[in-house]
């Protein structure tokens, strides 16, 4: 039997604004294998990164107003933690690679010493041994002349560099759990190939459990086992890569993969979602998605569709699912 490396449940963010709250994400539940690599996918807004800030009790509360049933890495329950025990555990069990490197990085120290401040802070070392392993990290993850390198300040390296670097930070204690927020964004594609190489061979070499956040879905289709789809801050599918790409039950699913384009595609068929996410402080009743869908009902725009189990491995929230004998 698989071992659960992450149990996340009824997660809900929100966060005061004016006369109203911003509802970031709603109740959603969460799970990572032991060696697992889950992706969070969606479009920008759809409180993605604010689950991954969850996660790792780095919201500042107020303003946020988390509320969370289960929050467990590895079996050990982590809601109730003080930002002083998780300070503990951050670097060295749960680690996080953010999405720019040059604003992740302390811009007036070296990454040399930046990373040795990691094995300094969760293990007794020399300062020579620390910049031994610093040294090593960098060379594990294709930094060339990783020994003078470590000398460089963040600026001095190229961006695709200064991404190799977080992942040698996120390795450096060899954590449990890492979560990677768009790791790429800020790079060109050639470059974007590298780093993600680099990303998924340290996580299987190493079998550390992975959550991806991306909107990107052939770094999903690339890297991911399982994937949860997410849409104004409710999770509407979860599913085996090969089901997601092969037979996507949710139309918001449907939506992303078709306007990926596709080699094999003679024809240049796209699907355009039409219009963009709905502002989180003022969602459509019903189903929230069923402004942009072709598919929406009367039934849509009324209530909300619960997140219901097709199978063993697969969750949707919708009142018409596709490909399953209905709607094709």
Do not use: W
């Not at 490396?5 to 109203?20: C, D, Q, S």
């Not at 050990?76 to 930002?83: A, G, I, R, T």
């Not at 204690?173 to 050639?190: F, G, N, Q, R």
């Amino acid at each position: 039997m698989n071992e659960l490396m992450l149990k996340l449940r009824n997660l809900k963010v929100i966060f005061p604004a004016g006369e109203g709250i911003i509802s970031a994400v709603e109740g959603i539940d969460l799970d990572i294998l032991k060696g697992e690599c889950v992706a969070l996918v969606g479009e920008s807004g759809c409180g993605k990164s604010v689950t991954s800030l969850a996660i790792m009790k780095l919201l500042n509360t107020p303003p946020a107003l988390i509320r969370v049933d289960e929050l467990k890495l590895d079996d050990e329950e982590l809601k109730d933690y003080s930002d002083g025990k998780m300070q503990e555990l951050r670097g060295k069990t749960l680690s996080m690679i953010f999405q720019d490197a040059m604003t992740a990085l302390n811009p007036v120290m070296t990454i040399g010493k930046q990373i040795d401040e990691i094995y300094l802070r969760h293990n007794k070392m020399s300062r020579s041994e620390a910049r031994r392993l610093t040294v090593r990290a960098l060379e594990l993850v294709g930094v060339p002349e990783a020994k003078s390198r470590a000398n460089s300040f963040p600026h001095q390296l190229s961006g695709g560099m200064r991404q190799r670097v977080l992942i040698a930070m996120a390795f450096a204690c060899m954590p449990k759990l890492i979560i990677a927020d768009e790791p790429t964004t800020a790079l060109d594609v050639t470059i974007q190939a590298q780093v993600l190489n680099v990303l998924s061979d340290m996580q299987k070499k190493h079998k550390v459990s992975l959550l991806l956040i991306t909107h990107d879905l052939s770094v999903v289709a690339n890297m991911a086992d399982t994937v949860y789809v997410m849409y104004s801050g409710k999770i509407v599918e979860k599913a085996s890569k090969r089901d997601l790409f092969t037979r996507p039950h949710h139309p918001y699913t449907e939506g992303l993969l078709g306007s990926v384009p596709r080699l094999s595609d003679e024809h240049h068929h796209f699907i355009q979602i039409p219009d963009s996410v709905p502002h989180p402080m003022f969602k459509p009743k019903g189903c929230y998605f069923h402004p942009r869908c072709r598919y929406a009902t009367k039934e849509c725009s009324e209530k909300m569709p619960p997140l219901e189990k097709i199978d063993h491995q697969r969750e949707v929230r919708c009142f018409h699912p596709l490909n399953l004998g209905g709607k094709k």
